[in-house]
């Protein structure tokens, strides 16, 4: 600005002001200062240069004081508001607030709803910009006033002895002069001499602040929420050793440990890596002028090549604020990346990121060899097994001896992969050969040490994967983990053969562990469509009506049953009976029965023979897909017909019931006792109290009820609903592993829908249902059908909650009581 | 009407009276008959077989008929065609594919397509199974499907449809009495099945049986068992098997009256034929001393199990002087060697049903001795036509011989008392009245 100092104007002639200074005649003004005045008219040092004049002062008496130039008492009057009492005892620049520091005393007090500017006028210059200030109590004041501590944010310059402080608050101007005893420090001294008169009084206002801003971690809290921070990035890169990346810049503040962000997101161009564990510290910078501080943060993550930097995300309360790279950015290479980060580190005054990253910094990289057993405090780590669950997890099988508090963190790393591994959420297994094998001689007695663990990864990769294991003591130990062999069932057999859980760890166990690790494992194993090969036998009706869907698995016999009892039936010709072998093994032998059995009842059918076996609801849908009925009927091959007529009495209750979706028959055991009529949900407390389903009065006599009777589930065993309602429903959900819950799955769904799902007690069919195996060996099968009961909670639990039917069947009026035992 | 005969002592002429109507009139046309056995004579010698076998020749030789026979083949020497016709018109036979013994089902693709071209070839008005082995239950409905207007008649031999130990209704291993099936226990006897197994295999036997019109039962023993099992009563009759006729009547040789008791075993040498009963009641004798008691036994072991074969063969190291081993015999001596012994004794530990050797022993006149339970006691009348001993009771055998020996009068009464066999033609005619009557 072309006038710095302040000229009279004729308004400010003021008769009532005591005088009119200018006609003090040829009286160099009291408290003239030359510099000031050199500092306020920049013509002056022209005009001085030029020789119009040899001094300021010249200046003045010949040309200023007639052109009203103000000297800088009246000047300063002019620039000052009013006079309050008060002192600044001593001031200094503190580098790592990124301030001047003020600390002396006020008759007046101020307070934040007046918002409070601070200028600070120095001999050389003046110096305004974000401040804090604070009032704390000064036993020497006898009540004239209270203790004053002022914070104003700037650079450090040379700007001479300090003059006076203003303060501007809304209406007014207060100012305090400051004699020549007021003492400038040193930065450390500066903060040093205030720490301890703020803390007389943590909780007045702003005390803590300030504090803050003088503590080594600290800096420019100024009352600003953190997603307000801004910076840049100077420098990064990835660090292979460490498995992160390294980011240098500055940023406009830093934050403590309790105060940092949630979340801390760094975006390249062509990805986002999210991180679990970040460190920063902070260090200062000079060359930022106090508008910043700088700062290296360590980010875990693959190395996987995302582009280049844009930005580090911070998250707080779900609010983000960005530290941003640009084309200055630089991106280094490790050895380079060591060298220049390692100095920076060292001005990192906090000392637990200064270590930690410093830490990551000086790390060795993996180099094929298992270094765990050279760490100072023994860790064993060994692994069985090692399953890829593509794209996004890995499960780890093994055991791992540590004594407490020594395992800092571990990861599970790969050239491309860097993926923090929680020990505490595995699922554990005991493991006492590992007790007595290794464990006893060194001192391990708690045979808890087996585990089964799900890493989420973001990538996956084939290459050597191993685990990092970190100590407190900042140690780094590598073990390698086993290639990855298993997918498919046999992996999943392998995950669950491995555990037994009850009660309450069930869910944990699920939800952490098996649960991701299954569902990604079936996903995979059904992604590629299996090959289906379609002969038909006989000629099938073209437009059926009815179309009975039939997966076989294991026994094939049935079908010779099936189709011999329903031979007798003239309508069982015009039916378009679908047999899906879901049994590869078994193809040429069925191939054989049903040409014989086509032989023999000349009932024609179809046969999909699948090329890999895919499970129960999987095949049921390869069914789906190739039937024409107007209904279709999903039928267990151990079901047999009672009356030859089902088909139709079933589907006439459908039609005379618009409310119902999916109707089934009663089904009995060949000894006549009930197998299902109707299900309902019961708690399991041994498994996390989820939901089963069960079957009220099975192995009972029939209770001679007739007629139609609602349930909230069927069993899928043989049930009857409309062909285009099944393919808006998308046959059954393929998440269900094998075989289980996909029937009440399917009910619920058609629930939600408004359509309910019922019995007809009327039609009798038989359900030779084999008796489930209780044997050790099948252990696998129980934790396979936990499973499926934990994506079935998962989706229905709230909706059985509020079921209507959820305890048992509406009983319709019209249903009378026959005889018993018909 | 009730087609079940009574317990009145079968004869040529009762036959014709109980309960069929026949005016003994030429019907107007004469029926078409297919026979069907599960074998041929020419094959093998089993009484099924040579019972529809001579039921066929019977039939076919009165006038005016027309009479087909269809035999099974095992051997596979003829397997590229399915039905064909070696022994020449008006029989034919079936080569033998895929059979499911648990159900009596046959898997054969080609034996519907084939037997479908036979019927529609011969057109026959009944047709009469005798058995259902090798040709699957599920013949009769075929049966029905391209005849439906034929009727379908089946004899039955053995349990088979009530039990899966080879139709006899003795446990396995143990070869006791059973006298009902259950899935619960049949499991039991066979451990690799379920409940549900036997459950639905006598579903599916039974499905098939309901398009069979009329079923014939050799002994009423055995139509007893089936009507428990299930069969409806009206649906059953009782008919005896046709055995092969004798050959030109030798001299006949009446019982002896004194001299020592000379006893006859005919038949295979097996367990459950008796025979181990048999060895351990003349060896009992042998002790006693009672020489006057010798034992003929004509039958072939060969054909028994290793481990049987190796007992018999340490038991005939044993065998005491009235021990007598004849080896197998030709059926076509059969008379001759019946009526070279007194007595014939059937001790049989199973239930038999109505056994070739009784029917040929009343065609010879010699009493018969036999285990008191099944069909053998019902053929055979305590003190009318035989004698009983209780099953499996060497020691009552033995008793009852040297009874025997010591009062010959009472071989004597019995040979008087004794029925005679059926004739062939009274037991032709009684199945083409049956086949009128449907």
Redesign the interface.
């Known amino acids: 600005m072309a006038d710095q100092g302040i000229r009279r104007t004729a308004a400010d002639r003021d008769p009532q002001a005591g005088g009119d200074l200018d006609e003090l005649p040829d009286l160099v003004p009291v408290a003239f200062d030359e510099e000031i005045y050199l500092r306020a008219f920049p013509d002056v040092a022209q005009a001085i240069a030029d020789g119009v004049c040899e001094s300021p002062l010249q200046h003045y008496m010949e040309h200023g004081r007639h052109e009203d130039r103000i000297s800088h008492h009246s000047y300063l009057l002019l620039l000052h508001g009013r006079q309050i009492e008060g002192h600044i005892d001593f001031y200094g620049h503190n580098a790592l607030a990124g301030g001047w520091v003020f600390c002396g005393w006020s008759s007046e007090r101020w307070t934040e709803a007046q918002a409070p500017k601070f200028i600070a006028h120095f001999k050389n210059g003046d110096l305004s910009g974000e401040a804090i200030s604070a009032f704390y109590h000064r036993d020497g004041l006898l009540g004239r006033g209270s203790g004053l501590v002022l914070y104003i944010q700037g650079r450090h310059q040379p700007l001479g002895a300090l003059v006076s402080i203003d303060i501007r608050l809304s209406g007014e101007v207060l100012t305090i002069f400051v004699e020549s005893n007021a003492r400038q420090m040193a930065d450390q001294d500066v903060a040093a001499s205030v720490r301890p008169l703020l803390l007389l009084d943590p909780d007045a206002e702003n005390c803590r602040e300030l504090v803050l801003l003088l503590s080594t971690s600290g800096y420019g809290r100024l009352r600003r929420p953190l997603n307000t921070l801004d910076g840049f990035v100077d420098l990064c890169g990835y660090h292979l050793a460490s498995g992160g990346w390294f980011f240098c810049g500055w940023m406009t503040r830093s934050w403590d440990s309790e105060a940092g962000p949630d979340k801390v997101s760094v975006h390249f161009v062509d990805g986002t890596l999210a991180s679990d564990e970040t460190v920063t510290g902070f260090y200062p910078r000079d060359d930022m002028e106090g508008r910043g501080i700088g700062f290296v943060m360590f980010v875990h993550g693959s190395g996987r090549p995302l582009g280049s930097l844009t930005s580090i995300e911070l998250q707080r309360d779900g609010v983000a604020s960005f530290v941003r790279a640009s084309t200055a950015s630089q991106r280094l290479r490790e050895t380079e990346l060591v060298a220049r980060l390692r100095p920076i580190i060292g001005q990192i005054t906090e000392p637990e990121s200064n270590v930690a990253l410093l830490s990551f910094l000086t790390r060795h990289p993996y180099t094929g060899v298992d270094t765990l057993s050279a760490l100072s405090d023994r860790v064993f780590l060994e692994f069985d097994e090692l399953i890829a669950c593509p794209p996004g997890g890995l499960a780890v099988m093994g055991w791992m001896l540590a004594k407490p508090g020594v395992v800092r963190a571990i990861r599970l790393r790969s050239n491309t992969m860097n993926e923090p591994f929680d020990f505490e959420s595995c699922i554990k297994l005991a493991r006492p050969d590992v007790i007595t094998g290794v464990g006893v001689q060194h001192g391990f007695e708690d045979p808890q040490c087996g585990f089964i663990g799900y890493v989420p990864c973001s990538t996956l990769s084939n290459a050597d994967m191993y685990m990092e294991v970190e100590t407190t003591q900042r140690e780094v130990g590598f073990r390698k983990l086993p290639a990855p062999k298993l997918d498919g069932i046999a992996a999943i057999k392998r995950m669950l053969v491995a555990f037994d859980v009850r009660y309450n760890e069930v869910p944990r166990a699920y939800d952490r562990t098996v649960g991701p690790a299954v569902d990604l494992l079936n996903r995979n194993r059904l992604a590629n469509r299996a090959r289906v090969d379609a002969v038909e036998f006989g000629h099938v009706n073209p437009s059926p009506r009815f179309t009975v869907i039939i997966p076989l698995y294991g026994r094939l016999d049935f079908v010779e049953y099936q189709m011999a009892f329903m031979s007798s039936h003239p309508g069982a010709y015009e039916c378009e009976f679908i047999y899906v072998l879901d049994d590869p093994p078994k193809r040429r032998e069925a191939e054989r029965l049903f040409n014989s059995v086509h032989a023999r009842f000349q009932i024609p059918f179809r046969a999909l023979l699948m090329e890999q076996n895919v499970g129960f609801a999987p095949a049921n849908n390869v069914g789906l897909r190739a039937a024409n009925g107007t209904y279709i009927c999903y039928m267990n091959s151990d079901v047999f017909p009672g009356p030859l007529d089902w088909l139709e009495q079933l589907a006439q209750r459908l039609e005379d019931n618009p409310d119902l979706g999916m109707v089934g028959p009663l089904l009995l055991y060949g000894d006549g006792a009930v197998q299902h009529e109707g299900m309902l949900f019961k708690p399991l407390p041994e498994f996390g109290n989820w939901l089963f389903p069960d079957h009220p009065r099975k192995g009972m006599r029939p209770s001679g009820q007739t007629g139609l009777r609602r349930h909230i589930c069927i069993t899928g065993a043989c049930m009857l609903m409309r062909r285009d309602l099944a393919v808006e429903m998308k046959g059954f959900d393929e998440s269900y592993v094998i075989g289980d819950f996909e029937d009440t799955d399917l009910c619920l769904k058609l629930y939600e829908k408004g359509l309910n799902s019922a019995v007809d007690l009327d039609v009798q069919m038989y359900h030779l249902e084999r008796k489930s195996q209780a044997s050790s060996a099948q252990t696998w099968r129980m934790n396979l059908t936990l499973y499926n009961a934990w994506v079935h909670q998962k989706r229905w639990a709230d909706l059985i909650a509020v079921h209507p039917l959820r305890n048992g069947p509406v009983i319709d009026r019209q249903i009378t009581m026959g005889p018993p035992n018909r | 009407m009730t087609e079940v005969l009574n317990a009145a002592p079968p004869d040529a002429s009762d036959i014709a009276e109980a309960g069929f109507v026949l005016p003994p009139v030429a019907v107007e046309t004469q029926p078409r008959i297919m026979i069907i056995s599960h074998s041929h004579p020419e094959i093998s010698k089993g009484g099924a077989e040579i019972a529809a076998y001579q039921l066929y020749h019977g039939i076919a030789a009165r006038a005016g008929s027309h009479a087909w026979f269809v035999g099974c083949d095992r051997r596979r020497t003829r397997s590229e065609v399915p039905i064909s016709q070696p022994f020449g018109a008006g029989e034919y036979l079936y080569s033998v594919g895929?059979f499911?013994w648990f159900k009596f089902?046959?898997?054969?693709?080609?034996?519907?397509?084939a037997f479908a071209d036979l019927l529609m070839e011969t057109q026959p008005d009944i047709v009469h199974f005798h058995h259902y082995i090798n040709l699957?239950v599920?013949a009769f409905?075929?049966v029905k499907?391209i005849l439906p207007g034929a009727r379908v008649v089946v004899t039955l031999h053995e349990y088979l449809a009530i039990c899966n130990h080879h139709g006899q209704m003795v446990t396995n291993p143990n070869r006791t009495l059973c006298y009902k099936a259950n899935?619960a226990r049949c499991i039991e006897c066979f451990q690799e099945f379920?409940?549900?197994d036997?459950?639905?295999r006598k579903?599916?036997i039974e499905?098939?049986f309901n398009f069979v019109d009329h079923f014939v039962s050799p002994s009423q023993f055995l139509a007893d068992r089936y009507i428990a099992w299930g069969m409806p009563p009206n649906r059953v009759s009782v008919i005896e098997n046709l055995i092969r006729p004798p050959l030109v009547r030798e001299n006949f040789r009446s019982v002896e009256i004194k001299g020592p008791l000379r006893t006859g075993f005919f038949g295979q040498m097996s367990f459950l034929k008796g025979v181990n009963v048999l060895f351990e009641a003349a060896s009992q004798l042998d002790k006693e001393e009672r020489l006057d008691i010798s034992f003929e036994i004509f039958g072939d072991y060969r054909n028994q199990p290793a481990e049987f074969q190796k007992e018999l063969q340490e038991r005939m190291e044993k065998i005491g002087q009235n021990v007598r081993l004849n080896g197998p015999y030709d059926e076509t001596r059969v008379d001759a060697l019946m009526q070279s012994v007194d007595v014939i004794i059937m001790p049989s530990v199973w239930w038999e049903n109505s056994p070739l050797v009784i029917q040929e022993a009343l065609r010879n006149g010699r009493p018969v001795i036999c285990s008191d339970i099944g069909g053998m006691a019902e053929k055979v009348r305590d003190g009318i036509d035989g004698f009983h001993f209780p099953v499996g009771n060497a020691m009552a055998l033995a008793s009852l011989l040297k009874r025997l020996a010591d009062d010959r009068q009472l071989l004597i009464d019995v040979t008087c008392t004794a029925r005679k066999a059926h004739s062939m033609d009274a037991i032709i005619d009684a199945h083409l009245a049956l086949y009128q009557k449907l």
């Not at chain 2, 089902?105 to 397509?113: C, I, L, Q, T, V």
């Open positions: 895929e499911d089902s046959n898997r054969d693709p080609r034996f519907p397509e699957g599920e409905a075929l499907r899935p379920s409940e549900s036997f459950f639905l579903r599916y499905h098939f």
